[in-house]
C-alpha cells in the first residue's frame, strides 16, 4: 500500500520541517481533487486529472491509490470514462491515508 523506502527517502531529501509541509500540501491537494470528482458526470477531463493524482501518489509512496489511478486513467483514454470506479480509488486513498499516518512520527 505505501512504498516506506520512497517516503523515506523524501525525508531524508527535505528534512522533517519541508517533509511534513509537502505531506499537509499532498493531502490538502489529494482530498480537494478528489471531493470535486465524486458525482462528476459528465467526466470530461477524468484522464488528465487520474494522471495528475497518480504522480502525486507515486512521488508520497501512496502506491495503491496510484495503481487505481492507473486503472482509471487508462480506462478514460480508452473513453470509458464511466466506467471509472471513483469509490474504489477514494477508498484506496483513504486507506493509504490511514496506513501512512499511522506509520509515520508527526503526521
Not at 18 to 46: K, W, Y
Amino acid at each position: 500500500m505505501i512504498d516506506w523506502d520512497r517516503v523515506t527517502e523524501l525525508r531524508e531529501e527535505f528534512g522533517d520541517g519541508d517533509f511534513q509541509d509537502i505531506v499537509t500540501l499532498f493531502l490538502d491537494e489529494v482530498e480537494a481533487e478528489l471531493g470535486s470528482l465524486r458525482g462528476t458526470t459528465p467526466r470530461e477531463g477524468l484522464e488528465g486529472r487520474l494522471h495528475s493524482l497518480k504522480g502525486s501518489a507515486l512521488n508520497l509512496g501512496f502506491t495503491e491509490f496510484a495503481a487505481r489511478c492507473q486503472a482509471g486513467e487508462s480506462l478514460a483514454a480508452s473513453g470509458a470514462a464511466q466506467q471509472v470506479d471513483l469509490a474504489a480509488i477514494c477508498t484506496a486513498y483513504d486507506r493509504c491515508k490511514s496506513q501512512f499516518l499511522s506509520g509515520v512520527p508527526g503526521s
